[in-house]
């Protein structure tokens, strides 16, 4: 399991997607606010990875930025973590609302910082693929707990892009990372 699981392997963490209203919703009992995407953030792919993994980065005791990570993904995103389960694969999908439930309670009581180390892409028209290789930790400055690569697709609308979907795998002996 990657991203968020990497905590809740850490936990066993994930997260959802569903509108917002003006007022805001509660997210797992996380209450996140709809604000407008911060510019920086979804302009350019650069931004919007960079986001991607902020969002979700920080040391115990700090709220994630869940209001912000809503604003980089289409209504109705899926999030989908793999893992093996007594050696056969599995896959949890989750919508974004799923998703910080799952993970807020760990990242948060834990800490966690993931970072992208590498990154591969392909583009055709408004369409364009991302493998992003992170490595987590507990803290900043920590020792590295995990790496694992998110498949990350988005779209661009003319003005911005969006994430409709992340998938993501952690390292593990029977799942090795290339050694580039």
Same mark, same amino acid.
């Given at each position: 399991m990657t991203r968020a699981n990497n905590v809740l392997m850490m936990l066993l963490v994930v997260s959802t997607a569903g509108d917002l209203g003006a007022q805001g919703s509660q997210d797992g009992g996380v209450r996140v606010d709809s604000i407008a995407p911060r510019s920086a953030d979804v302009e350019t792919v650069d931004g919007i990875i960079k986001a991607f993994y902020e969002v979700i980065s920080g040391p115990a005791g700090q709220p994630r930025q869940w209001a912000r990570d809503r604003t980089l993904y289409v209504p109705g995103v899926r999030f989908v973590s793999l893992g093996t389960r007594n050696g056969v694969p599995v896959a949890s999908i989750m919508t974004h609302h799923e998703y910080v439930?799952?993970? $807020?309670? *760990?990242?948060?009581? &834990?800490?966690?910082? %993931?970072? %992208?180390? $590498?990154?591969?892409?392909?583009?055709?028209? &408004?369409?364009?693929?991302? /493998?992003?290789? !992170?490595? !987590?930790?507990?803290?900043?400055? @920590? %020792?590295?707990? @995990?790496? *694992?690569? &998110?498949?990350?697709?988005? !779209?661009?609308? @003319?003005?911005? /892009? /969006?994430?409709t979907a992340v998938i993501w795998d952690n390292e593990r002996p029977d799942n090795p990372l290339s050694p580039r």
């Open positions: 439930a799952r993970t $807020d309670p *760990g990242l948060v009581a &834990n800490g966690f910082f %993931e970072v %992208e180390v $590498d990154r591969h892409s392909d583009t055709f028209g &408004n369409m364009m693929h991302v /493998w992003s290789t !992170y490595e !987590y930790r507990g803290s900043a400055d @920590g %020792e590295v707990l @995990g790496r *694992g690569i &998110n498949s990350i697709q988005l !779209y661009h609308d @003319g003005s911005r /892009w /969006w994430i």
